[in-house]
C-alpha cells in the first residue's frame, strides 16, 4: 500500500512538472531582438514572410503630457510593448505613423493631431501595402484612448475589405486585463503616475521627474453635478466621460488646457511613480499579447 501511493504521488508530481515546465516553456521564450521593418532589408522582409505573415502595427500619438513627460509618450509605450512582444514572439513590427487624434490636448504646445479619418486612411493604405507583400495578421498595438475610434475602423475596414484579418492587441484588446489598482487615487488617465512609471521604465532619460506636479482640476458646474449624481446613477459616467477630452471648440469646457492646469488627468501625486510599477505594468500587457500570439500561430499554422 505504501510503496502503491508513493508511485501514485511520484506520477501526480511528474504530471505537475510537466505541466509547469510546458506552461514555462510557452511564457519564457527566449528573448530575442525585436524586428523592426525600417531596420530590415527587402530580402530580410522576403524571406521573413516564407515563415510568417504576422505584422504587429503600434499606434500613438505626439500630444502634451504634462510638464515632466515628452510629447512622444504615448509613441515610445506602443513602440516600447510592441518591440518587447516582437523580441518575444518573432513578429515583425511596422511603425508607420507617430501623430494621433489628440486635437483636444492642442491647448497646450507641440501637440499634434490627425482627425480620426485621415488616420484611418494612412493606417489603411500602409497595410495595403503590406498585404502585397503576402503579410495577412494584422495586430495593432494602440496605447492612446483618442485613437480608439480610428483603430476599430481600420481594423474593420481590412476586415470586410480584403483578405488579411486585423485585431487589436493594445489598449483595445479583447483579452486585455485590467491594471493594477493604485491605492488612494481614483482616476489616473492621462500622464499620472500609470504613465510616468511606465516611461521611467521604458524611457528613463526623458522624464524630468522635478517637473512632475500634481494639476489643478478645473471641472465645469455642469459635470460636477453630473458627477455628484452619477454615485447614485452610474449610468451617468457615460455622459461626464462624454464632456471631457473634446475639442474647446465644442464649448463643453471639456478641452486638456480647461480641464487640467498642467496637462496631467489624475487625480493622484505622478512623484508616486515608480520604475518598478511601470515594469509590472508592461509585463502585463506584454505578457497578455504574447500569450494571444503564440495561441493564434498554432491555432493557424
Ligand atoms: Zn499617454
Same mark, same amino acid.
Given at each position: 500500500m505504501v510503496k502503491s501511493s508513493h508511485s501514485i504521488e511520484k506520477r501526480i508530481l511528474s504530471i505537475i512538472l510537466m505541466a509547469l515546465f510546458s506552461g514555462c516553456f510557452i511564457f519564457a521564450q527566449k528573448e530575442g531582438k525585436p524586428l523592426v521593418l525600417q531596420e530590415m532589408t527587402w530580402t530580410d522582409v522576403r524571406d521573413y514572410l516564407k515563415t510568417s505573415d504576422m505584422v504587429i502595427i503600434p499606434i500613438g500619438a505626439t500630444e502634451?503630457?504634462? =510638464? #515632466?513627460?515628452?510629447?512622444g509618450t504615448d509613441y515610445y509605450e506602443a513602440m516600447g510593448m510592441s518591440k518587447k512582444i516582437s523580441a518575444r514572439t518573432g513578429v515583425v513590427v511596422a511603425p508607420v505613423?507617430?501623430?494621433?487624434?489628440?486635437?483636444? #490636448?492642442?491647448?497646450? #504646445?507641440?501637440t499634434l493631431s490627425l482627425k480620426p479619418e485621415t488616420l484611418e486612411q494612412v493606417l489603411f493604405e500602409t497595410a495595403e501595402m503590406l498585404i502585397k507583400y503576402g503579410f495577412r495578421r494584422f495586430m495593432f498595438f494602440n496605447y #492612446?484612448?483618442?485613437n480608439r475610434v480610428a483603430e476599430s475602423k481600420v481594423i474593420h475596414r481590412i476586415n470586410h475589405t480584403t483578405e488579411a484579418v486585423a485585431v487589436a492587441i493594445g489598449i483595445g484588446a479583447p483579452f486585455k486585463r485590467s491594471e493594477e489598482k493604485i491605492e488612494g487615487v481614483l482616476d489616473d488617465q492621462h500622464a499620472g503616475i500609470y504613465e510616468t512609471s511606465i516611461m521611467l521604465y521604458l524611457k528613463p532619460e526623458l522624464v524630468k521627474m522635478e517637473r512632475a506636479k500634481k494639476p489643478e482640476f478645473n471641472l465645469t458646474p455642469r459635470m460636477r453635478e453630473l458627477y455628484m449624481l452619477s454615485e447614485e446613477n452610474p449610468g451617468l459616467m457615460a455622459v461626464l466621460n462624454s464632456l471631457k477630452?473634446? =475639442?474647446?471648440?465644442?464649448?463643453?469646457?471639456?478641452a486638456s488646457h480647461e480641464i487640467s492646469s498642467n496637462g496631467i488627468w489624475s487625480s493622484g501625486d505622478p512623484k508616486r511613480a515608480t520604475k518598478e510599477r511601470g515594469e509590472r505594468i508592461v509585463k502585463n500587457m506584454v505578457d497578455g499579447a504574447v500569450k494571444f500570439i503564440e495561441v493564434w500561430k498554432k491555432a493557424e499554422k
Amino acid at each position: 500500500m505504501v510503496k502503491s501511493s508513493h508511485s501514485i504521488e511520484k506520477r501526480i508530481l511528474s504530471i505537475i512538472l510537466m505541466a509547469l515546465f510546458s506552461g514555462c516553456f510557452i511564457f519564457a521564450q527566449k528573448e530575442g531582438k525585436p524586428l523592426v521593418l525600417q531596420e530590415m532589408t527587402w530580402t530580410d522582409v522576403r524571406d521573413y514572410l516564407k515563415t510568417s505573415d504576422m505584422v504587429i502595427i503600434p499606434i500613438g500619438a505626439t500630444e502634451q503630457h504634462g =510638464p #515632466h513627460l515628452p510629447l512622444g509618450t504615448d509613441y515610445y509605450e506602443a513602440m516600447g510593448m510592441s518591440k518587447k512582444i516582437s523580441a518575444r514572439t518573432g513578429v515583425v513590427v511596422a511603425p508607420v505613423i507617430l501623430a494621433g487624434y489628440s486635437v483636444y #490636448h492642442s491647448g497646450f #504646445h507641440g501637440t499634434l493631431s490627425l482627425k480620426p479619418e485621415t488616420l484611418e486612411q494612412v493606417l489603411f493604405e500602409t497595410a495595403e501595402m503590406l498585404i502585397k507583400y503576402g503579410f495577412r495578421r494584422f495586430m495593432f498595438f494602440n496605447y #492612446h484612448g483618442g485613437n480608439r475610434v480610428a483603430e476599430s475602423k481600420v481594423i474593420h475596414r481590412i476586415n470586410h475589405t480584403t483578405e488579411a484579418v486585423a485585431v487589436a492587441i493594445g489598449i483595445g484588446a479583447p483579452f486585455k486585463r485590467s491594471e493594477e489598482k493604485i491605492e488612494g487615487v481614483l482616476d489616473d488617465q492621462h500622464a499620472g503616475i500609470y504613465e510616468t512609471s511606465i516611461m521611467l521604465y521604458l524611457k528613463p532619460e526623458l522624464v524630468k521627474m522635478e517637473r512632475a506636479k500634481k494639476p489643478e482640476f478645473n471641472l465645469t458646474p455642469r459635470m460636477r453635478e453630473l458627477y455628484m449624481l452619477s454615485e447614485e446613477n452610474p449610468g451617468l459616467m457615460a455622459v461626464l466621460n462624454s464632456l471631457k477630452g473634446v =475639442p474647446v471648440e465644442t464649448k463643453k469646457g471639456g478641452a486638456s488646457h480647461e480641464i487640467s492646469s498642467n496637462g496631467i488627468w489624475s487625480s493622484g501625486d505622478p512623484k508616486r511613480a515608480t520604475k518598478e510599477r511601470g515594469e509590472r505594468i508592461v509585463k502585463n500587457m506584454v505578457d497578455g499579447a504574447v500569450k494571444f500570439i503564440e495561441v493564434w500561430k498554432k491555432a493557424e499554422k
